[in-house]
Structure formats: C-alpha cells, structure tokens
C-alpha cells in the first residue's frame, strides 16, 4: 500500500473541509483516509434479506417487508392524532402507525399497491406495528440498483448536531474506498490466506464497509479480526526473539549437587506432574544463552514455592545468588521460613530482608551477600534499595507480581552486570487467550493442578437472615481448634459506608464470640502498618480466632489451621478476588469451607458470580467466566497495556482465532526468522510501518 495517499489528511476528502475535518478528529479521532478507512460499522441493517409478516418474532429488530396497505384511519389521542394504515402480505396483517405529519401521508399512500417497508417492530397489544417506517413502492425499489447491508457507523450526538449523518459518513466512505481502491495492497502472505481461505485485504476492507451479504461480511471480518490478532503476535514473539538474542543470559549449564541431593534425597513430597514439567520448563531457560523471563502461574496452594527453590539451587550450583521477593513483610517472612524448613536438611539458609530488619543485623547480611558468602535473599521491596548489591545475583524471583510495579522490577536488573533470570509467579489465574495478548512476550508456565489428597473447599451461599446459623457454624469449627476469616468489602466510592460495615459487624462479632473464651482480631487499611502486622501475627500464631478484615488478607498470607472464609456482601466482590479469598483456607489437612453472604435480591451478574463459586474451585475457569462477565478491560492488570485496545477483534469472543494467530506468527518466525523468503515480504514490510508507528499495529494497513 502506498502510505502516502493513505496517510493524505481527511480534510482533503471531497465534502470534508476543514470545519468537518477538526469535528471528524476531535469526535471520532479520525485524522487521515487512513483512519476513515478504519472506522468500522458498529453494525449493519440487513436489506438483503425480506420477511413475511408471520416470521416476525417480539425481538425482531429492523426488518423489511413487502404488502399492500390495506386500510387507513386516524385516531383521535390525548396529544393530536395518529394515522394508522393496515398492512398485509399473504402471511398475514401488521399496523404501520404516523405520529406526525398523518395527513401527508394520508394523502401519498396507495391503497391496494404493493410497497416494500423497512423499520423496527414492535409488539403491543395483540399485534405488529412499525412507526414511521421506510416505505418505497415495491416496482420503485425494483428500477434501482440493488440494496445490501447498510452500514451504521459510531457516531456522537455532536456529529449528528452538526449534520454529520450516518449516511454522510457512508458517502464519504464510498467516496474514499473509490479513490484508494488502487492503494489497498495485500498485507497478509499469499501462502496463509491460501491455507486458512482467507479473503484478500482489498475485499476484505471493502466488504466490511459495504458488505454484499452476511457471509460476505463474515468473510471480511474474520479476514481483518485474524491480521489484527496476528500483527500482535508476530510483534510480541518477534520482541521476544529480539530479546533473547541481545540481552545474554547467565547460562546456568550444569544440574550440580545441591540441586540433585535436594531432588533425591531432600523433597518433602513427590512432586505433581505440572511442578516437574514447570521445573523442567525452567531449567530449559536457565541452561540456554538468553535471559530468562517466565511467568509462572498457578492457583493457590498448587506449590509454586518448592518449583522456586529448585531454581535458586540451580542458581547455587552455577555459581549465582539468587533473591525472592514478595508484597508484603508477613509474605517475606513465610516464604524466608518455608525456604528455610526445605533447605535446612542440606545445611543452607537464606537471609531475611525487610523494613523492619534492624541495622545491626542489616549490616552484616548485606556484607555476606556482597561477598557471595550468602546465596539466597529474601525480602520485600527494601531488596531492591542500592545499597543491596550483591556478588553475583543470577536469578530474581517475584511472587504475587501484581503488587509490584514494572518500575521495581527493572531496579532488578541492575543489580548485576547483565539482567539476572527473572521468574514472576503469580496466583491470580489468566485465561490463556488473555495471556497470549498481555504476556504474549514472556513465557509462560501453568501448574494446573493441585497436589494430591487437597480436599477442595466446600463453598455455599447463605443470606443475610441465616447468619445466625453462620455464627454457630462458626462456634462448632472454633470448638475444634480451627480458625475463621470474616472478610469486608471495602471500596473506595462508598469507604465510609464500608467502614461502618466492618466496625457494625466487628462489634457484632465480638458480642457473639465474648472474651475469655474467643479472642477475635481485625485488620483493615486505615490501621498503622505496624498494628496490622502484629494484628495478623496473632491470627498467624493463632493466639486469635476470627480474623475481621477487609481485603488485605488478599495476598497469600498462609494460615493451615484456618478453615472457614466467610466473606460477607459477597456480592460486591469480583469472581478473581472471590477466588483469592477463597484461597486463604483449604490450606491444611481438614475440610475447609467458605460461606458467601448476600442479600437475597442478586442482579444477574452478582448470581453468575456466586453459582460460580459454588459450583467449582477451578481457579482457570472461575477467571474464563470472570472474563466473560467483564471483559477484559476490568481484569487484573490489562489497563496500562494497549494491547487490549483492539480495532476489530476481541480477545475474549475470537479466542479461535487468537490461537490460530498465535500459532501462525510463531510458526512463520520460525520457519523465516528474517522475513526474507518473497512470500513474507509484505509482513516485513508491513512489520517495518508498525516500528514506524510506534507499534500501533491496530490498523496499520
Ligand atoms: P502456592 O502455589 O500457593 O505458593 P505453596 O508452594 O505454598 O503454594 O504450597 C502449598 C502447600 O502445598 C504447601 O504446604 C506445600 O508444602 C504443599 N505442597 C506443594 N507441592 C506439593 C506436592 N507435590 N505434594 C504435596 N504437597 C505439596
Ligand atoms: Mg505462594
């Protein structure tokens, strides 16, 4: 494609001008041909298609009709009169109803010829009707050229005022395409829209304007969904390959002592399948040239922390220190004691580096690491200061990386010579078509599937009136040493009411679960840091029972003995965190339960959400329908990527051909690393306008 004709300005478009030009940009962001050309229809108003009048149906919605009127008579309403003309096809009979200007119409439609009618329908009392509908005598409508789908643009109440039609736009767009047309060059590889039968790119952007029918617009739509969709990818896994060939890894080659005596003689259970694919995963990375940078996810409790520790003793075994860092203190200092009990056996240990660690303990801790005596560190955000250098730092590992900005994580990376090996785990499930956008240059490892012998969570909806019920529950559980969460929402638009909530119920609690017997803690944002710490430690120790929180318990605080999450206005919550919640129990040996409470009057969403929960433990399909239910603009960390910001596919519907993208750019990668072969020329080329355009591969054409 010539980008120069693409690239002229709108206000060069015959009828456009400047006035129009600067509303077209300032409404629709349409500066260029090349922008018009990539405004797509929202939808279409089928006119290729008739209807008699008994295939009508209550949610038909615009539809075209070929009868004759019949009847006509006007009635008297409160506010003036209406006309309304009875009319018939063979199948049967329908109202045509005129607000305004009755008597002209009275007057031009003729009895007994047969029209083509075209509007939306509607269904009252007993009977069709059509207000103000299109309406053409059918031996007119025959004489002109054929009608197809009409195009309906996006549009703003603005461009309207300002007599920007729908059918403006529609004009200036059949306008533009005729001059273009020459310009609208191939973009995808001869080859592949062979092998997929895939429409051409001139067609396609032709049909989707002015489509000749719904299969042909199909066409042009799956053609455009499925170059947008493999842009993407081709961009990401080419940034990927870029990355491994520049930035050099530490080649971790050798699977040394410590590793081997650990595996054999050291691991404290048999690991599941997925940990010894995820391990094998890792090791692949860590022995090759490039730097590693895998995600790793898995839910809750699926033992991401042994698959970690293998790693920092791969790390140990070539000669490299490595760090884990977490979210919070009480994070670090778990994991710092879980690492700990596993590597004890083999006579190491890491150190502890938090913001509450004192100077006299700091210093020579950071003299050990310095000088390579210390191999692993653990900590929170304090690993990242300057003054934490290390000997020689190999890998970083980052747990529950949602909390942790890009901004640290790139701190990491100088904290050596070359970026050390960086292993991002998180238990905050992603949908893998989600993963392939927003990840999409990183590799990703799964552990889906829990160790053995976990029994999954029982998980029930109780309202609001049986708490009672919930509260001896409760008693029971307590009775047998066990330990409850209570959690609040807390939402910034509504913080006060909030508070008031988790204070109300608090009070409540505590009248229910009286001093000596129970001891019941409470943590929430507005407490000091030090206050919550030492609020969770007692829970953690269990000098305390119930824990009333809002959600800061959130994040993988391990408590085994809890066994009861009562999470209250359940449905306030999103699926995702729902599920983060739920994963605070079902830690230990005993049953575990999670009690969902809520208002009987659900909306729709909110009733999906809570079946959800209570049908499956399934961290993957909880954030499938999670996605579903909110697209992926809400999820987790998709905001600040531009990723999403797609033009004509969507990440959620066209999972399909996301996956088929997917597999085509990195099957074309590597089959012609280069783009070089004359087939992938115009990808190269087309590559090259994206680099160019700051990767707006949207619609670069
Ligand atoms: P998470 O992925 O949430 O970080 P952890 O690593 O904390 O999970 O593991 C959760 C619990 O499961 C720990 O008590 C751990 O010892 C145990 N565990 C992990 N892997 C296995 C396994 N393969 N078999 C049995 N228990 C395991
Ligand atoms: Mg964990």
Known sequence: MHPQRLHTEITFLKGVGPGRARLLSQELGVTTYQDLLYLFPNRYIDKTRFYTISQLERNSAEVQIVGQVVHLKTVEQKKGKRLVATFRDPTGEMELVWFRSHQWFRERIALGEPYVVYGRVNWYAGTYSMAHPEMELLRKFEQKPRIRMQPIYPSTERLSRQGVTNRLIAQWMAQLLGEVEADLTETLPGTLLESLGLVGKKKALIQIHFPDSQADLARAQARLKFEELFYIQLALLAKKQQRKLKIKGFAFQQVGDHFNRFYREHLPFELTDAQKRVIREIRADLGS?????????????????????????????????????????????????????????????????????????????????????????????AVLEDRVRFHNLGLAIIDEQHRFGVAQRARLWKKNTSPPHILVMTATPIPRTLAMSLYGDLDISVIDTLPPGRKPVKTVFRKDADRLKVFRFMKDEIAKGRQVYVVYPLIQESEALDYKDLMDGFESISREFPQPQYQVSIVHGQMKPEDKEFEMRRFVKGQTQIMVATTVIEVGVNVPNASVMVIESAERFGLSQL???????????????????????????ARTRLQTMCRTNDGFEIAETDLKLRGPGDLMGTQQSGVLSLRIADVVKDGELLRAARHHAAHLLEADPQLSHPDNRVVRDKMARMEVFKNRWDYIS
Request: hydrophobic share 40%; proline share 3%.
């Open 289 to 381: 040239q490039a730097q590693m940078n895998r995600l790793l996810q898995g839910d809750v409790g699926s033992g991401k922390t042994i698959v970690a520790v293998l790693a920092m003793l791969l790390a140990l075994d070539n000669g490299y220190q490595a760090c884990l860092v977490a979210p919070t203190e009480i994070l670090a200092q778990q994991h710092h004691q879980a690492v700990c009990e596993l590597l004890e056996p083999m006579g190491l240990s890491a150190g502890l580096l938090t913001g509450s660690v004192k100077e006299k303990d700091r210093k020579p801790m950071l003299e050990a690491l310095l000088s390579g005596e210390l191999p692993f560190l653990i900590g929170t955000h």
């Open 579 to 605: 599920h983060q919640l739920r994963g605070r129990v079902g830690r230990g040996a005993d049953q575990s339960y999670c009690i969902l409470m809520g208002s009987d009057k659900l909306s729709e969403d």
